[in-house]
């Protein structure tokens, strides 16, 4: 089997993950690695042994036959990336948020279209096995109807100074950083969101964005969902995802994950807890399988373009102070 060659846009911390999964996923092939800054690029091909580095990714295009491209910049140059990988051929997954504003990623997806290739956006918690483990669980029945779904992402993180925290270059806050990962996760579950509620508690840190947002979530199949993201509160336990069923519970965490039916005492084990690595190998496998056309690729740009509305609309409910619709293309 042939390898795809791939390139990497940008060389920071996230790329870090993707650069350590791609020496476990034999179907991909790391051809260049790109950042703006000089430095940062040579250090990442150094490390992770790419042929070449590139300051600018229009070169990197240029000079090499890429099959494939990651895109880890920071949020607000998505756009403008995606569309010029796309424009020159070469798949694409992207990092979460695919992009800051709908009309965005709606011209990214319209690139896509044109251009017959792939568009992804990262997300991870889909590959986690613990979440698959969840997945078929609820749709099997096995916990009955799901009833109530709660996400929490709280983790204290000095963020001054860190671009994530400049809205011109990251658009937003913990709600646009960590919003894609709750939104996708909730649609992963429960199926398409319909309304969106969020609230922005006080600031903790001295910042021009939101450091903490409680979010609730109504969807299609009429499951309450409720989320809590910060950068300054610690989360209260180790469970980051718990759903309540008719028919029984189950909680995913960091370190383990259980269920427990109806009626009985004992929690049985459904995983092992986060295996960063493993996610990010399962992601890229599943990308470059969609690639090639091994496995279908229907709805992997929908989900994305529905992660993009729910975090939009969910800005627009903590300006409002009330419900907003999530509207589906």
């Not at 993201?229 to 189950?250: E, F, K, Q």
């Not at 459904?270 to 229907?298: E, I, P, W």
Request: with cysteine; glycine share 6%.
């Amino acid at each position: 089997m042939e390898q795809l060659s791939v390139g990497i846009v940008g060389c920071g911390r996230i790329a870090q993950a993707h650069l350590q999964a791609l020496r476990n996923v034999p179907e991909l092939r790391l051809a260049a690695v790109c950042d703006m800054n000089k430095s940062a690029a040579r250090q990442a091909a150094a490390e992770f042994a790419a042929p070449r580095a590139f300051t600018d990714y229009r070169r990197m295009i240029e000079e090499l036959r890429l099959d494939a491209a990651i895109v880890c910049t920071p949020p607000v140059t998505h756009p403008a990336v995606v569309v010029e990988l796309l424009q020159h051929g070469i798949h694409v997954l992207c990092e979460k948020p695919l992009a800051t504003s709908s009309d965005e990623a709606q011209r990214m997806s319209e690139a896509a279209r044109q251009a017959e290739r792939l568009l992804v956006m990262a997300s991870k918690f889909r590959f986690v096995e613990d979440i698959v483990a969840a997945k078929k669980l609820l749709d099997a029945g096995s916990l009955g109807q799901a009833v109530l779904l709660t996400l929490n992402f709280c983790h204290p993180v000095a963020m001054n100074g860190r671009w994530n925290a400049d809205p011109l270059i990251s658009g937003g806050g913990v709600l646009m950083d960590n919003g894609p990962h709750v939104a996708d996760l909730a649609r992963f579950l429960c199926g398409p969101i319909t309304h969106v509620q969020a609230q922005c508690a006080r600031r903790a840190q001295s910042l021009a964005v939101e450091d903490t947002v409680h979010l609730c979530f109504r969807n299609a199949n009429e499951i309450l969902v409720s989320a809590d993201l910060s950068w300054s509160a610690p989360a209260s336990g180790d469970t980051y995802l718990a759903v309540s069923g008719t028919g029984g519970a189950l909680c995913v965490g960091w370190s383990q994950s259980r269920y427990r039916l109806a009626g009985d005492k004992e929690w049985l084990k459904l995983g092992n807890g986060y295996d960063k690595n493993a996610a990010f190998v399962r992601q890229l496998t599943h990308f470059a399988a969609c690639a090639r056309g091994a496995v279908s690729s229907a709805g992997v740009l929908q989900d994305a373009l529905a992660s993009v509305r729910v975090i939009e609309a969910a800005y627009h409910s903590m300006a409002s102070k009330c419900w907003e619709t999530v509207f589906e293309v």
